[in-house]
């Protein structure tokens, strides 16, 4: 289980969505990362960032964090890659939350509006993989949004993108008060039952990929 004590601390903002990155060398997270957003999620039909990026039949977009210190913006690129070349990534299972609080991150090089409980944990991703990159799926900025014959399809492959991940990172918010130690117990429980088959018994899905049952 992760250890994500060093997510840093959260702040306001003013970036507008769908308007290239500011090169003027302010790059302040108080200043431009993360002024919730008028109009709500519909502000993510504003960003031309898909419409560069179309999808073939069997391929989906993969999000990278860019490596950045904790009181700057987020920034992070997204490409194209086909389902089928087994590459190594990890999709996360969130709330997306009000459908008006939202942040803003740079995407291929664009401002892109997100759930505000998706830019705290790209935030805190950012902070604990501060030495390494890593490709990630994840709905809200891998499926575009405003295109519903894509929403659809991807809907569809959703239990092969799951499926074919290498992990699925499970995210419940910041840490609060004593959360950490609740999650530490939990993840010591869980890693127990998983070696103990008078607890836990690995079944394979009906699409193959195991996944644990408590007996």
Same mark, same amino acid.
Not at 81 to 100: E, F, I, V
Not at 127 to 134: D, G, Q, V
Not at 184 to 210: E, M, V, W
């Given at each position: 289980?992760?250890?994500?004590?060093?997510?840093?601390?959260?702040?306001?903002?003013?970036?507008? @969505?769908?308007? @290239?990155?500011?090169?003027?060398? =302010?790059?302040?997270?108080?200043?431009?990362?993360?002024?919730?957003?008028?109009?709500?999620?519909?502000?993510?039909? =504003?960003?031309?960032?898909?419409?560069?990026?179309?999808? =073939?039949?069997?391929?989906?977009?993969?999000?990278?964090? =860019? @490596?950045?210190?904790?009181?700057?913006?987020?920034?992070?690129?997204?490409? *194209?890659?086909?389902?089928?070349?087994?590459?190594?990534?990890?999709?996360?299972?969130?709330?997306?939350?009000?459908?008006?609080?939202?942040?803003?991150?740079?995407?291929?090089?664009?401002?892109? $509006?997100?759930?505000?409980?998706?830019?705290?944990?790209?935030?805190?991703?950012? $902070?604990?993989?501060?030495?390494?990159?890593?490709?990630?799926?994840?709905?809200?900025?891998?499926?575009?949004?405003?295109?519903?014959?894509?929403?659809?399809?991807?809907?569809?492959?959703? $239990?092969?993108?799951?499926?074919?991940?290498?992990? *699925?990172?499970?995210?419940?918010?910041?840490?609060?008060?004593?959360?950490? *130690? $609740?999650?530490?117990?939990?993840?010591?429980?869980?890693?127990?039952?998983?070696?103990?088959?008078?607890?836990?018994?690995?079944?394979?899905? @009906?699409?193959?990929?195991?996944?644990?049952?408590? *007996?």
């Amino acid at each position: 289980m992760e250890d994500w004590s060093d997510c840093p601390s959260f702040a306001e903002g003013k970036d507008e @969505p769908g308007t @290239p990155a500011s090169a003027d060398g =302010q790059d302040n997270d108080t200043e431009n990362n993360c002024l919730p957003f008028a109009n709500g999620l519909d502000e993510l039909r =504003q960003s031309p960032v898909h419409n560069r990026l179309p999808l =073939q039949p069997g391929n989906i977009r993969l999000l990278t964090i =860019q @490596p950045g210190k904790a009181d700057t913006k987020i920034r992070c690129t997204l490409a *194209v890659y086909p389902l089928d070349a087994h590459l190594k990534y990890s999709a996360l299972s969130y709330a997306w939350g009000s459908r008006l609080a939202n942040r803003g991150i740079i995407l291929n090089g664009l401002t892109f $509006a997100i759930p505000k409980n998706l830019w705290r944990f790209l935030r805190c991703r950012r $902070a604990a993989n501060t030495k390494r990159s890593e490709l990630l799926w994840i709905d809200a900025v891998c499926i575009n949004q405003a295109d519903s014959a894509e929403r659809t399809q991807q809907v569809g492959m959703m $239990a092969q993108i799951y499926g074919s991940a290498s992990g *699925v990172l499970a995210w419940l918010g910041p840490s609060h008060h004593n959360s950490d *130690v $609740a999650m530490r117990a939990i993840g010591k429980g869980l890693q127990y039952s998983l070696t103990n088959t008078r607890f836990c018994d690995l079944a394979h899905s @009906p699409t193959g990929s195991r996944h644990p049952q408590l *007996v």
